[in-house]
């Protein structure tokens, strides 16, 4: 009777520890497959980018520029459509959905852009030489209020004022019209100009592309071949 309380009483310590052991066990497994799944997630994973960057290697340099292009512009061309259904201007639309600081930055943009677009007549080139010195200015205010003083009254001139004629130029301001000056002789020179024709000059060409090439070859080839040359016309080549 003794020896079966015993067994039974081993067999009820054998059981929790046989539980525990199991649950430990079930537990390892669960976490094996997580770190399994985990791992197959990122092969996956992996292989999808290194297919999507070699794709995009593939690409020309500028494609997500041209892609952005593109995508803007069948925005632009839907709002278009829409605009239009509803009997709207669309330049009016699209004003009133700028911001004061994109317009202001589209301005500055706009003015570091050269509007020089090459010579049309003398009085746009006189206009944007002024504009080019004004911008070139920078006041001296020390020397305004210095000069405002001196003259008093007399700087606003009236048609009494007997000022003009009396303002004598600084050293600085001199050194600086002589410095602008020598640049505009400087730009001046490198102007491109149509060449004179030359009644004399020996006719070599057959039309004025021809002469271009004729000039081209002679720069680059006429001291090898003067001597070929002379002797062809004296005709004494051999």
């Not at 201007?89 to 677009?117: C, G, M």
Request: charged share 45%; with cysteine; glycine share 4%.
């Amino acid at each position: 009777m003794a020896s079966h309380s015993e067994e039974s009483a081993l067999a009820t310590e054998e059981e929790p520890t046989e539980t525990l052991a199991s649950q430990k066990r079930e537990a390892r497994l669960r976490k094996f497959r997580e770190l399994h799944f985990k791992r197959n997630e990122a092969r996956k994973l992996n292989h999808q980018e290194v297919v999507e960057e070699d794709k995009r290697l593939k690409l020309p340099s500028n494609w997500e520029a041209k892609k952005a292009r593109l995508e803007w512009e069948l925005a632009e061309d839907e709002k278009k459509k829409e605009c239009a259904a509803r009997g709207e201007n669309y330049d009016r639309v699209k004003l009133l959905e700028i911001t004061a600081d994109d317009a202001e930055r589209w301005e500055r943009k706009k003015k570091k852009k050269n509007p020089d677009t090459g010579f049309a007549g003398y009085a746009e080139a006189q206009f944007r030489q002024y504009q080019r010195l004004t911008k070139q200015i920078r006041p001296d205010m020390e020397s305004y209020e210095r000069q405002r003083e001196e003259c008093g009254e007399d700087f606003h001139p009236t048609s009494n004022s007997l000022i003009h004629g009396t303002h004598v130029p600084t050293k600085e301001g001199i050194d600086r019209m002589v410095e602008d000056v020598e640049k505009q002789i400087e730009k001046r020179s490198k102007y491109s100009r149509r060449r004179a024709y030359n009644d004399d000059a020996d006719i070599d060409y057959i039309n004025e592309r021809n002469a271009k090439f004729n000039k081209k070859a002679e720069r680059f080839y006429g001291k090898y071949t003067a001597e070929i040359k002379q002797n062809l016309e004296r005709g004494t080549a051999v």
